[in-house]
């Protein structure tokens, strides 16, 4: 944030010094104009913009969404309008939050299986998100598919592992501005992922190294 | 398992059968065969080849590692290489099931970062995976440049569920025969991904119920 601050003193007139100031590349940010990731600058004549400190920031989070967490630029700036016009924090959030991540599951697809699941956790989730339910389905499905044998009790153990993460973040939910509790739900269910991931392998090492020895 | 078995009775001769019980277009099935992720058949003339019950089962596994788990060809044949070389359950096949899915670690890359955050927690990780601490220094350091405050508690509580999880995961791991246990890790590695992803938005949502109301 300190550095941030430095950077957005006084407007930045031109593209060329966005760009050296952002260090992004004057044809991507232009690219990200024509894509409406980043919102236009304040013309000053008919060939130039202003820009300034929200869009350096932008462009941090533009990079961030595209790079380490792998959206498309349909998906990311989903996520964007997402964060740009949610009002309050609220469950709807997540909604959208996770409606953006997740493809939307046929209508008249029977998704039983995963609403016994949710039943026996006693997990309260809306029932009008249809996505979420499809997404656990898809991927039981994809391991029966694969004729791998998912233990009753992993699954199990999957689920409170999952609930202690959410309680977690819940917890931390910011609540100085809705703002900042909409970004926060919104940007770390898209951030967060690779973390997650990235820290169960190395735990799966430390757990094994334990059972097994160093190897 | 009993499906298969069922669809394992006697020899498939043709590939337009081998097609018809997978359910896998011919063309399909001859570009697996291409791209070595399919065993070829046992040649019983010139032009044809004699498929199995093992060429069923393979296609099961390439469909859910390429839709699912959502691998390139590239990746895929990685994974199947590995579960069908190794042949025993170490500590080595984690390396060989996340390092076909983390991308290498630049050699001159400095890692203090994530070595300090394994320090503080204590766990063990092989020195020489160079690529796992990458992967978890990627997405601390993707959070940070999307301008995202990530608190330590989060980030310890991602960890603690995490060896949950993994805890869980070795617990189960099968003992009946070495390629049984190897097949469990390197699969469950790429097949439960997405699960675990699912129940996280799932428990979000459940979480939020109880803590802010149905909304």
Redesign the interface.
């Known amino acids: 944030?300190e550095s941030?601050a430095i950077q957005c003193q006084g407007p930045i007139v031109r593209i060329s010094e966005l760009s050296r100031t952002s260090g992004v590349p004057t044809a991507t940010i232009k690219y990200y104009l024509r894509e409406r990731l980043l919102h236009e600058g304040r013309l000053t004549s008919a060939t130039q913009a202003q820009y300034d400190g929200t869009h350096v920031?932008r462009l941090?989070?533009i990079?961030?969404?595209l790079?380490?967490?792998g959206l498309s630029v349909v998906k990311a700036r989903q996520v964007l309008d997402a964060v740009d016009d949610a009002e309050a924090?609220?469950?709807?959030l997540?909604?959208i939050a996770?409606g953006t991540?997740?493809d939307p599951a046929d209508p008249d697809r029977d998704l039983s299986r995963a609403e016994q699941i949710?039943h026996r956790w006693g997990?309260?989730?809306?029932p009008e998100?249809r996505d979420?339910?499809a997404?656990?389905q898809?991927?039981?499905?994809?391991?029966d598919?694969?004729?791998?044998d998912?233990?009753e009790?992993?699954?199990d153990?999957?689920?409170?592992?999952?609930?202690?993460?959410?309680?977690?973040?819940?917890?931390?939910l910011p609540t100085e501005s809705p703002a900042a509790a909409v970004?926060?739900v919104v940007?770390?269910?898209v951030?967060?992922?690779?973390?997650?991931?990235?820290?169960?392998?190395?735990?799966?090492?430390?757990?094994?190294?334990?059972?097994?020895?160093?190897?």
């Open positions: 944030m941030l920031a941090r989070l990079r961030a969404l790079g380490p967490a924090p609220s469950n709807e997540l909604g996770h991540l997740v949710l997990w309260r989730v809306s998100d979420g339910r997404a656990l898809d991927a039981l499905e994809g391991i598919a694969a004729g791998f998912l233990p009790e992993v699954l153990g999957y689920a409170r592992a999952m609930l202690d993460v959410a309680t977690t973040e819940i917890d931390h970004r926060y940007l770390g269910t951030l967060n992922e690779p973390l997650l991931l990235a820290l169960r392998r190395l735990a799966e090492q430390h757990v094994s190294t334990l059972r097994f020895g160093a190897g």
